[in-house]
């Protein structure tokens, strides 16, 4: 008794049964292929939601994991980038990042040009 050959990967077929995919035929019986679905608009529209005009400028990070050193970090679109490890260390950054709001040159004038 001989065992007929094994294809080289166990579970797939052989490639000689193998066959390309073909486009499935339209309702309408034509073999083209439908280029989009029923009901759906094929030319992008613009975004719907309008923003007033505000963005982010500056981003205050803390962590402060249970039983870890809690860190924070102060960041903003004029340059600022400051780190502080440490509980004292953490909240002055923390008090300084408020007080960083007003003196900020970014913001200052962009309520002076919005007023």
């Not at 809690?70 to 600022?80: L, W, Y």
Request: net charge positive; hydrophobic share 30%.
């Amino acid at each position: 008794m001989s065992t007929p050959p094994r294809s080289p990967l166990e579970g797939h077929p052989p490639r000689s049964k193998l066959r390309l995919a073909e486009p499935a035929p339209t309702v309408s019986g034509s073999g083209a292929p439908k280029v989009a679905a029923e009901g759906v608009p094929t030319a992008v529209r613009p975004d719907q939601q309008t923003g007033d005009g505000r963005y982010p400028i500056a981003w205050l990070t803390i962590t402060a994991p249970r039983g870890a050193t809690p860190t924070a970090t102060s960041i903003c679109a004029c340059g600022r980038n400051l780190f502080a490890a440490g509980h004292h260390k953490a909240l002055a950054l923390i008090a300084d990042h408020t007080d960083h709001k007003t003196r900020c040159p970014l913001r200052t004038t962009q309520e002076r040009t919005a007023s």
